[in-house]
């Protein structure tokens, strides 16, 4: 009995194990959509409203998804918190809050370092055109974490679990 309850134990581990990478897998595609639909509010914001970018920042966090609002909340206090602070660094700060909290790769991250490094220095066009750059880069990037997704998906479920009982087997 004691066997059978060991065994059970560490299928389903190995099993959670697996469900918890593919999680990983089936996140990433969502992460990096919310993004994409909050830097296209951020481009409204700052375009057709004309609005700060303290304000606007803020106004994106209240409207975006919860997955991503943590960034623009973060970026917004950092650069409303203190004074001289600019844009870049306010950004910079926000995303090593919010990036360890996400399945997000690291060239996720790259795209998001370099538009933070052109946010607030340049005039509305110039910001508009690096925006739409960002979004172009997140758009590609969540073709490929879809497909990923799809291959890894379904691999990682079945391989904690068979994981588990190839374990059990052995031991056994």
């Not at 697996?18 to 951020?42: D, F, I, K």
């Not at 623009?72 to 004074?83: I, L, P, V, Y």
């Not at 001289?84 to 795209?111: C, M, R, V």
Request: charged share 20%.
């Amino acid at each position: 009995m004691l066997k059978l309850i060991g065994a059970v134990m560490v299928v389903a581990a190995s099993g959670l194990g697996g469900l918890a990478v593919a999680g990983n897998y089936s996140r990433r595609p969502r992460e990096l959509r919310t993004l994409r639909s909050a830097l296209q509010m951020l481009e409204t914001e700052v375009v057709y409203s004309a609005t700060h970018l303290p304000e606007a920042l803020a106004r994106v966090a209240g409207n975006c998804d919860r997955l991503v609002e943590p960034l623009f909340s973060r970026a917004a206090a950092e650069f409303t918190s203190s004074t001289g602070i600019t844009a870049a660094n306010a950004w910079e700060k926000a995303l090593i809050h919010f990036y360890p909290g996400t399945a997000l790769k690291p060239q996720d991250l790259s795209i998001l370092r370099s538009l933070g490094s052109s946010l607030g220095r340049s005039d509305r066009e110039d910001q508009v055109k690096h925006l739409h750059l960002a979004m172009e880069q997140i758009k590609t990037a969540t073709a490929g974490a879809e497909e990923e997704a799809a291959r890894n998906i379904k691999l990682w479920s079945y391989l904690g679990f068979l994981g588990g009982l190839i374990t059990v087997l052995v031991i056994y």
